[in-house]
T-cell receptor, first 109, second 114 residues
Framework: AQTVTQSQPEMSVQEAETVTLSCTYDTSESDYYLFWYKQPPSRQMILVIRQEAYKQQNATENRFSVNFQKAAKSFSLKISDSQLGDAAMYFCCVTPLVFGKGTRLSVIA | SAVISQKPSRDICQRGTSLTIQCQVDSQVTMMFWYRQQPGQSLTLIATANQGSEATYESGFVIDKFPISRPNLTFSTLTVSNMSPEDSSIYLC???????????FGDGTRLSIL
């Protein structure tokens, strides 16, 4: 069975600084996908970034990037130039449909 | 991306009653899912809603407690039956074209049982 571990229940970052959220996972699948989702206080979950496990290149989406270490089964999310709107719960997810417990990110002005 | 409308957004219900939550999508989607999320906690998959056939339930969830309908490719309902305070939670609908594609989520239904 797949498992996803987010070891940081809460994190904080100063506005304009960089923060990294960690995620490790375990899966028996050879072909899988990984996602980071963001859930602001308004509750709707939205996709931040996606990584295909067969791709060695780390995914990047504007200020968001991942550090994907397949052998170590690690999938961390880096947020650069943090903004107040980045404050939210962040969930790491591995297919099929297994979510971590989440990391609550606070952004300090 | 798909736009998902979930109703009701919140409700307060009496113990022993049932509530049906609706999920409407603005386009045809292959996969629809129902999750439960305790406040401040992660998401737990209840079931995959299959169009034209019975839903596929995850371990710990049964059809008698959480009956699901999916009459077409744009609509699904989840009923929480014979509710108890332990059922107080946020229930989320999500859709995807394939299991390895990103999911799009509704706003959720916050359910409280007295």
């Amino acid at each position: 069975a797949q498992t996803v571990t987010q070891s940081q229940p809460e994190m904080s970052v100063q506005e304009a600084e960089t923060v990294t959220l960690s995620c490790t996972y375990d899966t028996s699948e050879s072909d899988y996908y990984l996602f980071w989702y963001k859930q602001p206080p308004s509750r709707q979950m939205i996709l931040v970034i996606r990584q295909e496990a067969y791709k060695q290149q780390n995914a990047t989406e504007n200020r968001f990037s991942v550090n994907f270490q397949k052998a170590a089964k690690s999938f961390s999310l880096k947020i650069s130039d943090s903004q107040l709107g980045d404050a939210a719960m962040y969930f790491c997810c591995v297919t099929p449909l297994v979510f971590g417990k989440g990391t609550r990110l606070s952004v300090i002005a | 991306s798909a736009v998902i409308s979930q109703k009701p957004s919140r409700d307060i219900c009496q113990r022993g009653t049932s509530l049906t939550i609706q999920c409407q999508v603005d386009s045809q989607v292959t996969m629809m899912f129902w999750y439960r999320q305790q406040p401040g906690q992660s998401l737990t998959l209840i079931a995959t809603a299959n169009q034209g056939s019975e839903a596929t339930y995850e371990s710990g969830f049964v059809i008698d407690k959480f009956p699901i309908s999916r009459p077409n490719l744009t609509f699904s309902t989840l009923t929480v039956s014979n509710m108890s305070p332990e059922d107080s939670s946020i229930y989320l609908c999500s859709v995807s074209t394939r299991v390895n594609q990103p999911q799009h989520f509704g706003d959720g239904t916050r359910l409280s049982i007295l």
